[in-house]
């Protein structure tokens, strides 16, 4: 059974997740976690369970998801995974972090890259990799299809979807990976976005007005 903690961090309200299980295997997704007092309240929670951290993985390469990658690889000692798509969006990052206040960003750089129909196995869970571009560029997600879970990263909110004027954003593919890719899951599937709080694929095909606009269209 995959438990599940996740943590608001930085400026931006970025959810940061752990997930580990019974054999205390874990991965971090999307660490970003900036002050001194976050990175504290990352490893103390990963120190009071004993996890042993197996991979670093981003959803994506936006600032508020990376803020925390160097500290989780130098920490941790863990292979850093992203979509080869998604490597020039973390390279841009040290190019404004400044512009946002992020003077100490320090850039952590993928060790393997992944892409859609992978497996990521942690303990006795497996993550499989989803292509969900629109947002940005090499957005993946990764569903767990065992505990009917996704983290989903900025793709799909509670009754919103990722912004997509951001470089190698577009409207229309992210629409077109809600409709083909997330919503050909169970009803039941739990969504842990990027920022805001859960909710599930059922619930978002009835009542999100972004995605039910586009089926109108
Ligand atoms: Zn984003
Ligand atoms: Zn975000």
Known sequence: MVSIQSFEFNPFQENTYVLYDESREAVIIDPGCYEQEEKRALDSFIES????????????????????????????????????TEFP?????????????FVKYHEALPDKYVRESDIVRFGNCELLVLFLPGHAPGHIGFYCEKEKMI???????????????????????????????????????VVYPGHGDPTTIGEEKISNPFCALSIRS
Do not use: M, W
Request: charged share 25%; hydrophobic share 40%; glycine share 6%.
């Open 49 to 84: 369970k004993k996890l042993i951290v197996k991979y670093l993985l981003n959803t994506h390469c936006h600032i508020d998801h990376v803020l925390g990658n160097d500290h989780v690889k130098e920490k941790y000692k863990v292979p850093f995974l992203i979509h080869e």
């Open 89 to 101: 969006v973390l390279k841009a990052v040290k190019s404004y972090a400044s512009n946002y206040g």
């Open 151 to 189: 983290i989903a990263g900025d793709v799909l909110f509670q009754r919103s979807v990722g912004r997509t004027d951001l470089p190698g954003g577009n409207f229309e593919t992210l629409i077109n990976s809600i409709h083909q890719k997330l919503f050909t899951l169970p009803d039941e599937v």
